[in-house]
């Protein structure tokens, strides 16, 4: 089993920058694809980014393709969202998620542990 905490949240204008970090303990974590998703009030989660367990591969929802960069550090069990020229409609809660089997998971039901979330807020 795997626990996972995001950190690296908080308020930002429109435009601006922030990276957020997970950080994993338990089991060995380049054992795990790790991906990013997000849950804006009133809407459904959603999947934002996805990185394989070397962080060879990674892909990205068209939503935040080429704002947003996700990455690992498996000596550091992190894995980061680096998130660039943010909209409001980026405002959401942020989710690391793990999972166990090989390859990118792209919906919820691929991952099989989930972090607490870190609230993002971009304003207008």
């Known amino acids: 089993q795997v626990q996972l905490v995001e950190s690296g949240g908080g308020l930002v204008q429109t435009g601006g920058s922030l990276r957020l970090s997970c950080a994993a303990s338990?089991?060995?974590?380049?054992?795990?694809?790790m991906g990013w998703f997000r849950q804006a009030p009133g809407k459904e989660r959603e999947f934002v980014a996805a990185i394989s367990r070397s962080g060879g591969s990674t892909y990205y929802a068209d939503s935040v393709k080429g704002r947003f960069t996700i990455s690992r550090d498996n000596a550091k069990n992190t894995v980061y969202l680096q998130m660039n020229s943010l909209k409001p409609e980026d405002t959401a809660v942020y989710y690391c998620?793990?999972?166990?089997?090989?390859?990118?998971?792209?919906?919820?039901?691929?991952?099989?542990?989930w972090g607490q979330g870190t609230q993002v807020t971009v304003s207008s």
């Open positions: 998620a793990a999972r166990e089997n090989y390859g990118l998971g792209l919906s919820q039901t691929d991952y099989d542990y």
């Open positions: 338990g089991r060995t974590f380049r054992s795990y694809a």
